[in-house]
């Protein structure tokens, strides 16, 4: 474990300190106060995670109650579908759009831990641990961390740490693990797995390239938000990064979006969860060589999370204002398509930028999940 020390999260040994370091943090406890809004309810849970020692305590008394307060508050319900599929006694290494920084990964653990299942380990990148306490909290948390903007040959071996880790979790920790599908998050809707994060995937293991996927258990997972929560923000970075090809977030962005991720309206979520690849690996990987396994691998995960997408009215409505036609208006009322509109007008307001481009990208974030469902079904 050694060598995975500055990535996994927190061990046993670890986190009673952890948990008193996160209780005394004054930055955690102000934005515990825009969750909860009430001082002496924060006071009285910073009290309570200073005397928890263990990550399942921590999460049943701290992390699952703040998250139904977030449902409740910023969403109209979250639900899942085919979950039969999978064996309580097995470990899998889900891969899923990526939509939102912080509750992507935590709502799937509440799904989960609901239904009896493992939790899962996550992924998160080290450009969001900007303060102390968030990588505290995302370590206490079961997240390991994913390290970006390095040197190649950093960048390389931090590459082949990351997969031993992941490997190592599934196959000897006996843990499930979430990964997103690419780097950051989907700004413009159109989900993609990028071939990189199979061939990362790939580089701990000496097995032929199909057992060592076997060994992962992969199992494609579509997640689906009615309301883009950071959605304006999103076009204003596309729109950034149009006029100025060097533009950076910084770390102000991160924690904006953060933030935005978790307090903005959200509508519906849904989570589908598509069967497990080891179903079918031998079937699409057939006499191809490696370059073409993750390839096929690729185009298989992209598939099942472009079917297992819920598409919801304002995808259908986003397609057919993009289209300027009344394709898909047996999906949507009247009522819905003037609430979206207004919603878009409202938003597109906010930014410097030509009206026109704003709603166009705006348009693009919603309608493709339902251009790609319409290209392969």
């Known amino acids: 474990m050694k060598h995975f020390d500055d990535i996994r999260p927190f061990n046993n040994e670890e986190i009673k300190q952890a948990l008193k370091d996160l209780a005394n943090d004054p930055m955690f406890a102000s934005v515990l106060k825009k969750v909860y809004q009430q001082t002496e309810a924060v006071e009285q849970l910073l009290q309570l995670i200073g005397q928890l020692n263990t990550v399942d305590a921590f999460q049943e008394k701290v992390i699952y109650p703040i998250l139904r307060q977030i449902e409740l508050a910023t969403t109209k319900g979250i639900s899942y579908s085919t979950m039969e599929q999978f064996n309580p006694s097995e470990r899998y290494l889900f891969i899923s759009n990526h939509r939102d920084i912080i509750l992507d990964a935590s709502f799937l653990n ?47 071996n931090a590459s082949r740490n990351l997969s031993a880790y992941i490997r190592y979790a599934i196959s000897e920790k006996n843990e499930s693990v979430w990964i997103a599908q690419r780097e950051g998050r989907t700004k413009n809707g159109d989900d993609q797995t990028q071939p990189a994060l199979l061939k990362m995937l790939n580089m701990s293991t000496t097995k032929p390239i199909v057992e060592g996927f076997r060994e992962l258990n992969i199992v494609p997972m579509a997640i689906s938000y009615e309301i883009e929560p950071c959605g304006i923000s999103k076009v204003e970075e596309l729109l950034k990064r149009k006029y100025n090809p ?132």
Do not use: C
Request: aromatic share 12%; proline share 3%.
């Open 110 to 156: 509440a799904i989960m831990h609901a239904h009896g299942f493992s939790k899962t380990e996550n992924a998160i990148g080290d450009n969001l641990l900007i303060f102390k306490w968030i990588e505290n909290l995302a370590r206490i948390n079961r997240s390991f961390i994913v390290k970006r903007n390095l040197g190649i040959r950093e960048q390389l």
């Open 246 to 377: 060097d533009f950076l977030k910084s770390k102000e962005d991160d924690l904006k979006s953060m933030a935005n991720g978790v307090m903005q309206p959200k509508g519906r979520v849904h989570y589908a969860f598509g069967n497990p690849l080891n179903l079918r690996i031998d079937e699409i990987t057939q006499g191809k060589n490696n370059n073409e396994t993750i390839q096929a691998i690729t185009e298989y995960l992209d598939k099942r999370i472009y079917a297992n997408y819920k598409l919801w009215p304002n995808n259908y409505i986003a397609s057919d204002l993009l289209k300027q036609s009344e394709e898909f208006k047996a999906h949507y009322t009247p009522e819905e398509k003037a609430m979206f509109i207004e919603r878009m007008e409202n938003e597109a307001a906010t930014l410097s930028f030509e009206k026109h481009e704003v709603v166009e990208y705006y348009l693009k974030m919603y309608a493709n999940p339902a251009s790609n469902y319409s290209k392969y079904f």
